[in-house]
């Protein structure tokens, strides 16, 4: 069974930065896309990050240009470095595989951002 596990949330005021981390067993990263995804309270989980196994990237307007996701393939990690946050940018913030091609596994704990001052 394939597991997902996010870390590198927490605490920060408008304008900081985290990144996140997510290590993933099993040998997924050998074939598919990975994303970053988001749910604040009372919303739908949403795609803010995607990047192929060959390195593509795409971003949701809302982050582009302030989030950068990136991979190490021999590591099965993915990362989302985050500047310039918003207080808009507060919630739970998972990985799984890029659900536009394919269905995503069982979603992991996540880990939680909270941007405020």
């Known amino acids: 069974q394939v597991q997902l596990v996010e870390s590198g949330g927490g605490l920060v005021q408008p304008g900081g930065s985290l990144r996140l981390s997510c290590a993933a067993s099993?040998?997924?990263?050998?074939?598919?896309?990975m994303g970053w995804y988001r749910q604040a309270p009372g919303k739908q989980r949403e795609l803010v990050a995607a990047?192929?196994?060959?390195?593509?990237?795409n971003y949701a307007d809302s982050v582009k240009g302030r989030f950068t996701i990136s991979r190490d393939n021999a590591k099965n990690t993915v990362y989302l470095q985050m500047n310039s946050l918003k207080p808009e940018d507060t919630a739970i913030y998972y990985c799984?595989?890029?659900?536009?091609?394919?269905?995503?596994?069982?979603w992991g704990q996540g880990t939680q951002v909270t941007v405020s001052s």
């Open positions: 799984n595989l890029d659900s536009r091609s394919v269905s995503p596994l069982p």
């Open positions: 099993g040998s997924i990263f050998s074939i598919y896309g």
């Open positions: 990047i192929t196994y060959g390195g593509s990237t």
